[in-house]
């Protein structure tokens, strides 16, 4: 459990531990929309997800809405924020994509089509491989990789972002994060390496997909995707894990541990070595608010 004062002190031999033993989860990914009602009406006609909540906050000029295959509370979400009179974003390079588990790829794919969605890599087996898999563009430009799967009890099962260095990347988030490498694949006819990262089986949960291009160590954020947030047992201790990784790998914390004025949910927040934000949530507090 969170300390309640945020005075708690952790001995430094043991704060690199905590990330191992604390119990994460994926929670949400965070991420802009030039039109919430176009989006929502896509993800829930397209996809199949399902509409979970969704907020107005005028005073603050924007919106947002929650979407997915299940319950917050044991799904992984996407959290879509409309800020008021911007219908753009910019993606960046740096970003790539969301994956969906399908037991049928073809049929999805089909039923995208039929309602107006972009496919830009048609259904079929990986070039070397039997998965099947397919890419489609959501109307504000994110991709979209559609996996053929068993019946998974997530199908809302990849972020993938592009990193500069993947071996510090993989070392980051296994210390900060309290990931593990569950599987990696360098691809050197087509110049990439990847690797998952997470918390349970790949065909089972969300992971984390760190792609490094042969010779590309920077990429364009823009200012579209946002940042995934995960759950923690106690914010201060992590906070005290990720303020130890980023002095050895890079990175930096944005945000101090501690209640969110208005809603006292604990959170930190931190940029990895590449500079993608990850926020830390308190897993008691969050199923307070999505409880209220």
């Given at each position: 459990?969170?300390?309640?004062?945020?005075?708690?002190?952790?001995?430094?031999?043991?704060?690199?531990e905590?990330?191992q033993?604390?119990?994460?989860?994926?929670?949400?990914?965070?991420?802009?929309?030039?039109?919430?009602?176009r989006?929502?009406?896509?993800?829930?006609?397209?996809?199949?997800?399902?509409l979970?909540?969704?907020r107005?906050?005028?005073?603050?000029?924007?919106s947002?809405?929650f979407?997915?295959?299940?319950?917050?509370d044991?799904?992984?979400?996407?959290?879509?924020?409309?800020?008021?009179?911007?219908d753009?974003y910019?993606?960046?390079?740096?970003?790539?994509?969301?994956?969906i588990?399908?037991?049928?790829?073809?049929?999805?794919?089909?039923?995208?089509r039929?309602?107006?969605?972009?496919?830009?890599?048609?259904?079929?087996?990986?070039?070397?491989?039997?998965?099947?898999?397919?890419?489609?563009?959501?109307?504000?430009?994110y991709?979209?990789?559609?996996i053929q799967?068993?019946?998974?009890?997530?199908?809302?099962?990849?972020?993938m972002l592009?990193?500069?260095?993947l071996?510090?990347s993989?070392?980051?988030?296994?210390?900060?994060?309290g990931?593990?490498l569950?599987r990696?694949?360098?691809?050197?006819?087509?110049?990439?390496?990847i690797?998952?990262?997470?918390?349970?089986e790949?065909?089972?949960?969300?992971?984390?997909?760190?792609?490094?291009?042969?010779?590309?160590?920077?990429?364009?954020?823009?200012?579209?995707?946002?940042?995934?947030?995960?759950?923690t047992?106690?914010?201060?201790k992590?906070?005290?894990?990720v303020?130890?990784?980023?002095?050895?790998?890079?990175?930096?914390?944005?945000?101090?541990?501690?209640?969110?004025?208005?809603i006292?949910t604990?959170?930190?927040?931190?940029?990895?070595?590449?500079?993608?934000?990850?926020?830390?949530?308190?897993h008691?507090?969050?199923?307070?608010?999505?409880?209220?």
């Open positions: 459990m969170a300390s309640s004062t945020g005075e708690e002190t952790v001995p430094s031999e043991n704060v690199l905590w990330a033993k604390d119990k994460h989860r994926f929670l949400h990914a965070v991420y802009r929309v030039g039109d919430l009602d989006t929502i009406k896509f993800y829930t006609e397209c996809f199949g997800m399902k979970l909540r969704k107005d906050i005028p005073e603050e000029k924007y947002n809405a979407l997915g295959f299940g319950p917050e044991s799904h992984f979400v996407v959290e879509l924020t409309y800020n008021y009179g911007v753009k910019d993606i960046g390079s740096g970003f790539g994509h969301f994956a588990a399908s037991e049928d790829v073809y049929k999805l794919v089909e039923d995208i039929a309602k107006g969605g972009k496919i830009t890599r048609e259904p079929g087996p990986v070039k070397g491989g039997t998965t099947v898999l397919a890419f489609v563009q959501d109307p504000d430009g991709t979209f990789e559609l799967r068993g019946p998974t009890p997530e199908p809302l099962c990849q972020i592009r990193v500069g260095d071996e510090r993989i070392k980051f988030y296994e210390k900060a994060c990931m593990k569950l990696s694949k360098d691809v050197p006819d087509y110049k990439y390496t690797a998952m990262m997470g918390y349970a790949e065909n089972e949960s969300t992971v984390i997909e760190l792609t490094y291009n042969y010779g590309v160590t920077e990429y364009t954020k823009g200012n579209a995707y946002a940042q995934v947030a995960i759950s047992e106690d914010v201060y992590s906070a005290a894990v303020d130890l990784v980023t002095k050895e790998l890079g990175g930096k914390i944005t945000r101090q541990p501690g209640p969110i004025p208005g006292n604990k959170i930190t927040s931190f940029l990895d070595p590449d500079g993608w934000k990850v926020v830390l949530v308190d008691s507090d969050f199923l307070k608010e999505i409880e209220g």
